[in-house]
């Protein structure tokens, strides 16, 4: 599944880049460089996992949690992305851009520390994750950045949402298109914000439960639930929202 995820970021890269137009760096291609490093990590987080793999857990986990680092700041450039349409470039580099970065870069440096402390500890990976405190540190951190993003996209979503039907143009586009476009929005906002959540409250349920190693499901039904499905089907969806490489993800704001 994330291989087809990583082949699938990987050409709509190459749509957003060639020909290599504009800002080199432009916001819509550091989101696909994210997607296909998250794709790609995540491959080698799961390939880990088998039986017969090369890879080590502790490898393999450094991997994941870089990859779910990629996948969040992925999220929060599109929340950057949305809060632009909607507000002036001054506004939303003073509004959303310093939450963003507050939240996102200390995930990511607590993600930096958790990596390290588990490639120096000379503990094998099962037994770092139950002696270790900064391992039951990043069972917070990490639903904190999930849900800060998850109802960011919310709060954005349903106010591009709000926007859209006031716009001049609105009225002149077929019901059946009206219908389609919104639920496209929806949709994506509602995977993303469920998903986010979701993984956020498992994790936290997990920490609730350190001690008793139960995590109160069956083990395929937990890995669905907290890494297959709430990490797959939103980068699916933002990849689907920013598939358009000359237009903007919404129609800007009227007059």
């Known amino acids: 599944l994330f291989g087809a995820v990583l082949v699938l970021a990987v050409w709509r890269l190459l749509v957003h880049c060639v020909p290599l137009e504009g800002r080199v760096l432009s916001t819509r291609r550091v989101f696909h460089v994210l997607v296909v490093l998250f794709a790609a990590l995540s491959t080698v987080y799961f390939y880990s996992l088998l039986p017969a793999s090369v890879v080590s857990l502790k490898l393999g986990y450094a991997c994941h949690l870089l990859a779910m680092g990629a996948e969040v700041v992925a999220c929060s450039?599109?929340?950057?992305?949305?809060?632009?349409?909607?507000?002036?470039?001054?506004?939303?580099?003073?509004?959303?851009?310093?939450?963003?970065?507050?939240?996102?870069?200390?995930?990511l440096a607590y993600v930096v520390v958790a990596t390290v402390d588990m490639t120096r500890s000379g503990l094998s990976f099962d037994d770092w994750t139950q002696a270790s405190p900064i391992y039951r540190g990043l069972l917070i951190a990490e639903p904190v950045a999930l849900g800060v993003n998850g109802v960011g996209m919310l709060v954005y979503g349903a106010r591009i949402a709000r926007r859209l039907t006031a716009h001049p143009a609105w009225e002149a586009i077929p019901p059946a298109q009206q219908r389609k476009i919104l639920q496209r929005l929806q949709l994506t906002v509602a995977v993303c914000c469920v998903c986010f959540c979701?993984?956020?409250?498992?994790?936290?349920?997990?920490?609730?439960?350190?001690?008793?190693?139960?995590?109160?499901?069956?083990?395929?039904?937990?890995?669905?639930?907290?890494?297959?499905l709430p990490t797959i089907l939103p980068a699916v969806m933002l990849l689907y929202t920013l598939r358009r490489p000359d237009k903007a993800p919404l129609p800007g704001p009227g007059p």
């Open 77 to 107: 450039l599109v929340i950057v992305l949305w809060s632009g349409t909607l507000l002036s470039e001054e506004s939303a580099r003073f509004e959303v851009v310093p939450l963003v970065v507050l939240v996102d870069g200390a995930y």
């Open 198 to 228: 979701l993984r956020s409250a498992l994790e936290v349920f997990l920490l609730v439960r350190f001690r008793s190693d139960g995590r109160g499901l069956p083990l395929a039904a937990w890995w669905w639930l907290s890494n297959f």
